[in-house]
């Protein structure tokens, strides 16, 4: 059964550091790279941060140097600890595979704002 499980989001002022996590299905976790991607209000999903199974990362500019992404394959969860938050970085933040599966979880809404 494929599982997605983001958690960890909330309301965070500016410059706030929240850690998300994602508890994943072994079987997914194990095969792929997995990504953390967001959902902005009016905008289309986009890719931030991946890692793969190895532990090789890679950020979209707008995130380098702030957010860092890692993974516990024992656990099967991968997690993104965001750092220095601004408001433009309130989204729902989901994770999945890369290429991303058809399934998607319902992911974790964070907000920045004072």
Not at 34 to 53: D, F, N
Not at 70 to 97: F, G, H, I, W
Not at 109 to 114: G, I, K, L
Request: glycine share 12%; proline share 4%.
């Amino acid at each position: 059964q494929v599982q997605l499980v983001e958690s960890g989001g909330g309301l965070v002022q500016p410059g706030g550091s929240p850690r998300l996590s994602c508890a994943a299905s072994g079987s997914i976790f194990s095969r792929y790279t997995m990504g953390w991607y967001r959902q902005a209000p009016g905008k289309q999903r986009e890719l931030v941060t991946r890692i793969t199974k190895g532990g090789s990362t890679n950020y979209t500019d707008s995130v380098k140097g702030r957010f860092t992404i890692s993974r516990d394959n024992a656990k099967n969860t991968v997690y993104l600890q965001m750092n220095s938050l601004k408001p433009e970085d309130t989204a729902v933040y989901y994770c999945n595979a890369l290429p991303s599966l058809t399934f998607w979880g319902q992911g974790t809404q964070v907000t920045v704002s004072s």
